[in-house]
């Protein structure tokens, strides 16, 4: 019940029941997993590589332990991002430095005489190829 200022009385609040025709529903978008894997890897990449902190050198004993659901979804984050890295390695040094460049690992196209975006599209097709065949990112394309 809410007063109404007007009339300084108690009154219900008005509500209208919305039909069924007038509900829009939107349809859910799949994230495309090759930017998904690309932003794992990019985690990775600018991950510290000198993990000498505390948490690092934790023991894990058998029994049962508190766990952060955040930090065990990083960790499998850049797990898949280092799946992802070493399957970028195993690209021709052309294609890897154009992939690098288009997730902004690197600054600079060192290959003038190559055209980039013909390259970045090549290293694109060859990437995917190879992640829809891994068995740590398969399922992402599922």
Same mark, same amino acid.
């Given at each position: 019940?809410?007063?109404?200022?007007?009339?300084?009385?108690?009154?219900?609040?008005?509500?209208?029941?919305?039909?069924?025709?007038?509900?829009?529903?939107?349809?859910?978008?799949?994230?495309?997993?090759?930017?998904?894997?690309?932003?794992?890897?990019?985690?990775?990449?600018?991950?510290?590589?000198?993990?000498?902190?505390?948490?690092?050198?934790?023991?894990?004993?058998?029994?049962?332990?508190?766990?952060?659901?955040?930090?065990?979804? $990083?960790? #499998?984050? +850049?797990?898949?991002?280092? %799946?992802?890295?070493?399957?970028?390695?195993?690209?021709?040094?052309?294609? @890897?430095?154009?992939?690098?460049?288009?997730?902004?690992?690197?600054?600079?196209?060192?290959?003038?005489?190559?055209? $980039?975006? #013909?390259? +970045?599209?090549?290293?694109? %097709?060859?990437?995917?190829?190879?992640?829809?065949?891994?068995?740590?990112? @398969?399922?992402?394309?599922?």
């Amino acid at each position: 019940m809410s007063a109404t200022a007007t009339f300084g009385t108690l009154a219900p609040p008005t509500l209208r029941r919305v039909r069924r025709e007038e509900v829009v529903k939107t349809k859910f978008s799949k994230p495309d997993p090759y930017a998904l894997l690309m932003a794992c890897w990019v985690d990775y990449m600018r991950t510290d590589d000198a993990d000498l902190k505390a948490h690092g050198m934790k023991l894990t004993g058998d029994g049962w332990t508190a766990k952060d659901v955040h930090e065990s979804q $990083y960790l #499998a984050d +850049l797990k898949t991002g280092e %799946a992802v890295g070493i399957m970028i390695d195993s690209l021709s040094g052309l294609h @890897r430095w154009a992939i690098c460049k288009s997730q902004r690992i690197s600054k600079g196209w060192r290959y003038p005489n190559a055209d $980039y975006a #013909a390259t +970045l599209q090549e290293a694109r %097709a060859e990437l995917e190829e190879k992640l829809r065949k891994h068995v740590a990112t @398969r399922l992402y394309f599922l």
